[in-house]
């Protein structure tokens, strides 16, 4: 999937971007739309991991502690500037989306039939309580179990401290995690009954079989299903009888 954007508004002037001085059409900092960018792209801070404690001097400076998130200081200026300090850090939307169907037949009467889909190179923004801790400690916005906060005697690079501060940024921060994934969506196994058999009940064909709908997904993604975001996704068992007269 890919797009450009190849002017918004007209509006010439001279600007900041990546701390540089650009002369061209004024982006929209608002939406985040940038001319000669994907629509979809996401112009936020590049969070690299939390301050730890041997940074406490160095996280003072951003007026943080350990245990906060860390992101790339664009000009080193000692502050988080929304205009100055934000990158390109990927897009909201899959670059690659792939499908694979396989039909297999196998013991004269069987068949299986599975489906794979993979949407690929995409983020979704995931903090939903930031402002009181990097995400709420329970099972809603979870489906592994409690959140690893940072503490001191078991510090981590990922998960910020429950009380975390995200005042030094400027405009607000968003937390992205990758949101690809590859899916077994959907597998059928099925047994056609031989002729002589379907006679002995006067059918002339009988089929059964046995599906599966979202048996298994891979993904980075913490929240319930990469795909849905934040709400589950559920697994559907099928069993069923095909019968001709």
Do not use: C
């Not at 002017?7 to 990546?18: H, I, K, P, Q, V």
């Not at 429950?162 to 690809?180: A, D, F, H, Q, W």
């Not at 969506?185 to 599966?212: G, H, T």
């Amino acid at each position: 999937n890919r797009n450009k954007i190849e002017e918004l508004f007209g509006d010439f002037s001279t600007y900041m971007l990546l701390n540089e001085e650009r002369t061209n059409d004024v982006p929209d900092f608002t939406n985040g739309w940038f001319p000669g960018e994907d629509i979809n792209v996401v112009w936020d801070y590049d969070v690299v991991g939390i301050w730890q404690t041997n940074e406490a001097e160095e996280a003072k400076k951003y007026g943080m502690l350990p245990g906060d998130f860390k992101a790339v200081d664009v000009n080193n200026d000692g502050r988080y500037v929304d205009v100055i300090d934000k990158k390109f850090i990927g897009y909201t939307t899959p670059r690659y989306r792939i499908g694979l169907r396989n039909d297999f037949n196998f013991l004269q009467n069987f068949s299986l039939s599975v489906f794979l889909r993979s949407d690929l190179g995409h983020i979704g923004s995931y903090s939903p309580a930031l402002n009181g801790g990097y995400e709420s400690n329970d099972r809603w916005n979870r489906n592994v179990g409690p959140v690893p906060y940072w503490t001191v005697d078991r510090p981590n690079n990922e998960y910020a401290r429950l009380n975390v501060n995200t005042g030094g940024y400027g405009g607000g921060l968003m937390i992205y995690k990758p949101r690809s994934f590859v899916r077994i969506q959907d597998v059928s196994l099925s047994y056609n009954m031989p002729q002589n058999v379907s006679k002995m009940i006067n059918a002339d064909f009988v089929r059964m079989f046995f599906s599966v709908r979202n048996l298994a997904t891979f993904t980075k993604w913490p929240g319930w299903d990469p795909e849905s975001g934040m709400n589950p996704m559920p697994r559907t068992f099928t069993i069923g009888f095909n019968f001709t007269l």
